[in-house]
């Protein structure tokens, strides 16, 4: 169960990493680094929801390593959102972004890598 959980999550992050790169590549709306970054952030802060929610389903059942599964799981994610993103607008799944998710700035390409496999792998441990 705890590897369909995983590939779940996966697969749901590898293709929102996908059509964001699709939906920001060639429009108007994104001419901008301001319009970019916003866009951005809000699409992170959108799937945060959908963890949150995971999370507080996890923390009424009582399921305390499900929880931890579904943050560790989560975040492995992220990378493989990001991973993703890259291929498909930059060419390069490893390209460093110059945005920012409001002040933070983004992680340089290559920090999605080790994120990746350290969190699968304890994921995977639990």
Known sequence: ???????GLYIYWLFEGI??????TNNPFFATKSNQDEYHLYRILENLGIVIMICAI?????????????????ISGIAVYEMFFNLVKYNNPLHNKTS?????????????????VVFSIVYLAV
């Open 1 to 7: 169960m705890k590897i369909l959980f995983l590939a």
């Open 100 to 116: 920012k998710w409001l002040f933070i700035p983004h992680p340089k390409g290559w920090v999605w890598i080790p994120i990746f």
């Open 19 to 24: 059509t964001e790169a699709i939906a920001t």
């Open 58 to 74: 996890c923390i009424g059942l009582h399921e305390w390593t499900w929880l931890f599964r579904t943050v560790l799981g989560s």
